[in-house]
């Protein structure tokens, strides 16, 4: 049979989807899919969150164990931190002995899809990056319109059958989200420049500002800083996943300071002007090219 005769527009409707890892995306995912799937089975190895899971009917079945779902599950997600995502792909085969689709979320895509490449031949593995969340990553502030709008990186193996490519885009519009298909070299290298370079910039932006100027922080501060409050524990796995590519941005980016800082020293107003005319028009092309 052709892979072409194996798609299911209506997989999702038939599957059993199982979703390891509970936070932000992983549940704010499972308040979208739950009643649009035969089956929504839940995994975190967070007791606590295990709990809360339960008293709010977020899956049809949860468990901490992995094993304990993991053999019924159509299609497996992946919705932990990058670290966690590479702890677990090799861990799989134990798990189950089926062949189901797994789709990740890591936030980087290089060393994920060559984790996911190795994975045996019964599995059926895509790369996936919702381009979405909050600084904040428990399920508490997981909310069901999370996707809603935002581009959702999908990134195809060589191996990457026509079914899994089909599963994945009705889970991505499912979920609210537009489908873009893209590498995973491209993928990091986007990225390091839409987020984890700016991550950064907020980051080094707060630690720069004297703590005495606090009764003067207004909205203009905290929405640039906002980013800065990511937890460091999930950051570090996706700066060092992305490490030259951030470096290269972070270069562009002190070149653009330095420009900026000369033409003040200058008090070169014209050019100051043209700098700044330059990125406000950047920002609002790239604006418009996102939507």
């Known amino acids: 049979m052709t892979d072409e005769l194996k798609v299911e527009p209506d997989f999702l409707s038939t599957a059993r989807v199982a979703i390891l890892g509970l936070g932000l995306m992983g549940g704010s995912l499972a308040m979208r899919l739950k009643g649009h799937c035969r089956e929504l089975l839940g995994i975190d190895n967070n007791a606590d969150t295990i709990k809360l899971a339960e008293r709010i009917a977020l899956c049809d079945r949860l468990s901490t164990q992995p094993a304990d779902l993991l053999p019924d599950a159509d299609l497996i997600i992946l919705a932990t931190p990058i670290g966690t995502v590479l702890r677990l792909i090799p861990e799989l085969p134990a798990a189950t002995s089926g062949g189901p689709i797994v789709l990740d979320f890591g936030s980087t895509k290089v060393e994920i899809v060559r984790a996911l490449n190795r994975l045996p031949a019964r599995f059926d593995p895509i790369g996936g990056h919702p381009m979405c969340g909050k600084e904040r990553s428990s399920l508490v502030e997981a909310e069901s319109t999370l996707f809603q709008g935002a581009a959702f990186a999908l990134v195809p193996l060589p191996r990457t059958s026509l079914r899994a490519r089909s599963a994945a885009e009705q889970l991505v519009k499912l979920a609210g989200a537009h489908p873009v298909w893209l590498n995973e070299t491209t993928h990091d290298r986007w990225v390091s420049a839409t987020s984890h370079t700016p991550f ?9 500002t004297p703590p005495e100027v606090a009764p003067m922080v207004g909205p203009g501060y905290r929405s640039t800083t906002r980013v800065a409050t990511s937890p460091s524990s999930v950051m570090l796995d996706i700066l060092l996943t992305n490490r030259e590519n ?17 033409l003040l020293r200058e008090q070169n107003a014209p050019g100051l002007a043209a700098a700044l005319d330059a990125g406000a028009a950047r920002q609002k092309q790239l604006l418009i090219s996102s939507s």
């Open 200 to 208: 950064l910039i907020a980051n080094a932006l707060a630690s720069a």
């Open 246 to 262: 951030v470096v290269e941005n972070l270069a562009r980016f002190r070149q653009q300071l330095d420009l900026l800082e000369n």
